[in-house]
Nanobody, 116 residues
């Protein structure tokens, strides 16, 4: 069992920046992927960014060039650097672990609100 705890969310003005962190209670080095998802009110949860065990990254088109996922295996932490935030980025952001045997874990989420 791996517990994931997100932090770093908050209220920011359009154009601002936030850095989300996801601290895992166990090793993330063997995770097949570590992901950031988000869910806005009334909408389905969507994948925002993914980083593989080897360090390869993917970002959804709407955040490319603005968001960057990274990880530190030694610290068991995954990050999401978010720049040039827009009101449409407002959502609860969730950390997700996907491991061997389709094992997966979710964090409790952290609220990001982009508003002037």
């Amino acid at each position: 069992q791996v517990q994931l705890v997100e932090s770093g969310g908050g209220l920011v003005q359009p154009g601002g920046s936030l850095r989300l962190s996801c601290l895992a209670s166990g090793s993330i080095a063997s995770a097949l992927t570590m992901d950031w998802y988000r869910q806005a009110p009334g909408q389905e949860r969507e994948l925002v960014a993914r980083i593989t065990r080897e360090g390869g990254t993917q970002h959804v088109t709407s955040v490319k060039g603005r968001f960057t996922i990274s990880k530190d295996d030694d610290k068991n932490t995954v990050y999401l650097e978010m720049n040039n935030l827009k009101p449409e980025d407002t959502a609860v952001y969730y950390c997700h672990y996907w491991g061997w045997g389709n094992v997966e874990y979710w964090g409790q989420g952290t609220q990001v609100t982009v508003s002037s």
